[in-house]
């Protein structure tokens, strides 16, 4: 079946622009996760949503980031008033339950100019 | 702290060389999850292997074998054989019953496999 998909693939901004990236899980999978890689920070975690329960949003560096998940599916993570140091590949991952093992998509490279 | 180290950043092996992959972590949960994850160039993570914290016994799959060791905290990854297709970075991960579903990783290791 069709795996987590990403969109878009690439994104380049100017600083102080917002950005939206989405998130397309695996059909099926309630839990769905939002990670950042970057060059300094390596991979990190930034927001989990399981099913209709509060997500978990303990990982998100800043109150300019956000994230929501409609009708329990497609995710959307916004960055307000983006910075250079926002620059990074934002990676997404869905799993069937919150215990089970996360599968990712390709990712979206964001260069912040 | 550093939960999840692979103190290698970089390997090179010619093909058909075995190489091990460390990853050592730290947790005081008794009930946690360990993670293999391979990288390519691509970028998309690729999950490889899970264990969790119960279940010491190594397996095997293919030219791929990890070896978990509750006493040492380690989960380290052997490829047999290795072939250029296994160049990638590999990222050990820690799942922790009381830190919810996040992974937390560790810096990962480069792993390139020459001709």
């Known amino acids: 079946g069709a795996g987590v998909s990403q969109s878009p693939s690439n994104k380049v901004t100017e600083k102080g622009k917002d950005v939206e990236l989405r998130c397309d899980p695996i059909?099926?999978?309630?839990?769905l996760y939002w990670y950042r890689q970057s060059l300094g920070q390596g991979l990190e975690f930034l927001i989990y949503f399981q099913g209709n329960s509060a997500p978990d949003k303990s990982g998100l560096p800043s109150d300019r980031f956000s994230a929501e998940r409609t009708g329990g599916s497609v995710s959307t993570l916004t960055i307000q008033r983006t910075q250079q140091e926002d620059s990074a590949v934002y990676l997404c991952?869905?799993?069937?339950?919150?215990?089970?093992?996360?599968?990712f998509g390709p990712g979206t490279r964001l260069t912040v100019l | 702290a550093q939960k999840v180290t692979q103190a290698q950043t970089e390997i090179s092996v010619v093909e058909k060389e075995d190489v091990t992959l460390d990853c050592v972590y730290e947790?005081?949960?008794?009930?946690?999850?360990l993670f293999w994850y391979k990288q390519p160039p691509s970028g998309e993570l690729v999950f490889l292997i899970r264990r969790n914290s119960f279940d010491e016994q190594n397996e095997i799959s293919g030219r791929y074998s990890w070896n978990f060791q509750k006493s040492t905290s380690s989960f380290n990854f052997t490829i047999t054989a290795s072939q250029v297709v296994d160049s990638a970075v590999y990222f050990c991960a820690l799942r922790e019953e009381t830190s919810g579903s996040r992974l937390t990783f560790g810096e990962g290791t480069q792993l390139t496999v020459n001709p």
């Open positions: 991952a869905s799993s069937s339950g919150w215990v089970d093992t996360q599968y």
């Open positions: 947790t005081r949960d008794t009930t946690y999850y």
């Open positions: 059909s099926g999978h309630t839990a």
